[in-house]
């Protein structure tokens, strides 16, 4: 990757941070050529702050750090296009983006994802979800194992309403498995890509 820090009189070449799941657009911050070293060294996005006249990483104060996933340069070599996991709010007044846009992917699924992270940390008396968690990962996989169960059910039977409520449930419950895992969607679509590239 060639990068042309000398385009620019400053040294700094622009570097917009895109969220690796979602593809929103986080933020805009410049990095030095010592910024794109410290940010490949730690594996946390690091900027070259104007105002501060100095190396910044992102949440170093509000713990908001943006995990690094990728790195582009641009056709011209001037531009960063940073893919990141966002820790929290990206913007410092508390929005998910620098352009107050709310960071949730346009998939459905995906969004569901971060429902269910919200859900978990909810009470067990008001929500389903959190409930199921506090019974611990072998009543959250049994749960995936009675919902597969009745998907065949169904699917011998000619009902195609039952059929598709039962595979709504198994795929709602199979999110819950891998959360529980320390997974999530991307992860496995990653290992269906590497297959498929085979």
């Given at each position: 990757?060639?990068?042309?820090?000398?385009?620019?009189a400053?040294g700094?070449v622009?570097?917009?941070?895109?969220?690796?799941?979602?593809n929103?657009?986080l933020?805009?911050?410049?990095?030095n050529?010592?910024?794109?070293?410290e940010?490949?060294?730690?594996g946390?996005?690091?900027?070259?702050?104007?105002?501060k006249?100095?190396l910044?990483?992102?949440g170093e104060?509000?713990?908001?750090?943006?995990?690094?996933?990728s790195?582009a340069v641009?056709c011209d070599?001037?531009?960063?296009l940073i893919?990141?996991h966002?820790?929290g709010?990206v913007?410092?007044?508390?929005?998910?983006?620098?352009w107050?846009?709310?960071?949730?992917?346009n998939?459905?699924l995906?969004?569901l994802?971060?429902?269910i992270?919200l859900?978990?940390?909810?009470?067990p008396?008001e929500?389903?979800?959190?409930?199921?968690?506090?019974?611990?990962i072998?009543?959250?996989a049994?749960k995936?194992?009675?919902e597969?169960?009745?998907?065949?059910?169904?699917?011998?039977d000619?009902?195609?309403?039952?059929?598709?409520?039962?595979a709504?449930?198994?795929l709602?419950?199979y999110?819950l498995l891998?959360?529980?895992?320390?997974?999530n969607?991307?992860?496995?679509?990653?290992v269906l890509?590497?297959r498929h590239?085979?």
């Open positions: 990757m060639k990068i042309d820090f000398s385009k620019y400053d700094l622009p570097a917009i941070v895109q969220d690796y799941s979602t929103k657009v933020m805009l911050g410049f990095m050529e010592e910024a794109l070293k940010t490949e060294r730690q946390k996005v690091t900027f070259y702050s104007r105002s006249q100095r910044w990483t992102k104060e509000s713990g908001n750090f943006l995990e690094l996933k790195i641009d070599n001037d531009t960063l893919k990141a966002p820790l709010p913007c410092h007044t508390g929005a998910d983006t620098c107050s846009e709310r960071n949730h992917s998939d459905f995906l969004y994802e971060d429902i992270r859900r978990k940390q909810a009470s008396d929500s389903y979800v959190a409930r199921l968690f506090a019974k611990g072998n009543k959250v049994q995936v194992g009675e597969a169960v009745e998907l065949v059910i169904e699917a011998k000619e009902n195609d309403e039952l059929f598709l409520e039962e709504a449930d198994l709602f419950h999110l891998l959360n529980a895992k320390g997974h969607l991307q992860r496995v679509i990653e890509q590497k590239s085979k």
